[in-house]
């Protein structure tokens, strides 16, 4: 039985785990290896991920029987008052098509409905086989965008929005 748990900084190297994990997978056949180290760091480092808790990005943990299997990470939108923003959701490969993401993503509708949230929106790289997952749950492509994240790296997304 899946169970959810809010993330604190003692987790942080927990949702390490699990990036390095998924990301091998999701990733593994879109970017370079460089590049993924790079993001990797970037995004997910120590002190990345406290100063995103710090920041009021809010973190929780899927269990299953006691082992993490998934995480997902969301946030108002800066400058807005009902948009919120889903920056992080990675399920174990292992564990992909048991519903860990769809009970993730029902806590956090869950959690944005209860603020007043107009949308929900998020960054899929144009190549990686989620986005598939998050039409089925109803996101649509709002645009395409390339993201700058140093280093000569670009993130070639689509910006998703489910309207609630």
Known sequence: MITLEEARSADIPTIQELARITWAVAYGPILS???????LDLFYSNDSLQKQMDEGNRFIIAMDNEQPVGFASWSLKTGTSSVYRLHKI??????QGKGVGKCLLDFILSDIRSHKATDLELNVNRYNKAKQFYEKIGFVVAKEE???????????DYVMNLSL
């Open 33 to 39: 290896p460089g590049q993924m180290a790079y993001m």
């Open 90 to 95: 990675y399920i174990d490969p292992n564990q």
């Open 146 to 156: 390339d993201v700058d994240i140093g280093n000569g790296y670009f993130m070639n």
